[in-house]
């Protein structure tokens, strides 16, 4: 298996611009989890899904992060319109089950100026 | 719910010498423990994990870890640090069963001397 696929691996872009992320997880696994990782806040959990269906979205910091999972190989975490304080590391990651270990993708490293 | 310290946020080790990694839990009943290596750029890949059984846990690239539940610790070791174990470690813990997600400590940097 390829693993975790996420793309792009690197986006820079302007203040109020819309971001996509991407992430394909691994074949198999019913869960995909988003993170975000930040020096000053470490690694935290965004949202996670169970057989496409998000069930605990508490960590999206505001209206301006959507996430959605249109099928078993696909997921978005979308930001609009983007600030400088959302420039981070944002991890995609799978697993086949809650409480399992999680493969993690590469990450797409974001930079708003 | 579970929660994770790393007291170490920085550890500077000499190549050649023996490594330990703190970790700490907090959970009320048999937790689910793991660690994650995290290489500059990448993303975060298991190096082992206990879920039951031998406390002792062996992982990859030589690491090993021990289950000490009256301490409520899960400490990673490995007997001889190479240039190329410098990476960020986390800790995490989750819930026997899996009824939980495993929460992620803050992370420990190894920094490796020549």
């Known amino acids: 298996d390829a693993g975790v696929i996420q793309s792009p691996r690197h986006e820079v872009t302007e203040m109020g611009q819309e971001v996509t992320l991407r992430c394909k997880p691994i074949s198999g696994h019913d869960y995909l989890f988003w993170y975000r990782q930040t020096m000053m806040r470490g690694l935290e959990l965004l949202i996670y899904f169970n057989n496409n269906v998000p069930i605990d979205d508490s960590g999206m910091p505001e209206d301006r992060f959507s996430a959605k999972m249109p099928n078993a190989s696909f997921s978005t975490l979308k930001i609009q319109p983007s600030e400088p304080r959302d420039s981070a590391v944002y991890f995609c990651?799978?697993?086949?089950?809650?409480?399992?270990?999680?493969?993690f993708g590469p990450g797409t490293r974001l930079t708003v100026l | 719910a579970q929660s994770v310290t790393q007291p170490d946020i920085h550890i500077t080790v000499s190549e050649g010498a023996s490594l330990e990694l703190r970790c700490n839990y907090s959970?009320?009943?048999?937790?689910?423990l793991f660690w994650y290596v995290q290489s500059p750029g990448q993303g975060l890949q298991l190096l082992l994990k206990y879920f039951s059984g031998d406390t002792l846990v062996q992982g990859i690239k030589g690491f090993e870890a021990e289950f000490k539940r009256s301490q409520s610790s899960f400490n990673l070791r490995k007997p001889s640090v190479h240039w190329s174990d410098a990476a960020e470690y986390f800790c995490a813990v989750g819930a026997a069963g899996g009824s939980y997600i495993p929460t992620f400590g803050r992370g420990t940097s190894l920094i490796v001397h020549p």
């Open positions: 959970y009320g009943a048999t937790p689910y």
């Open positions: 990651a799978s697993s086949k089950d809650r409480g399992y270990e999680q493969f």
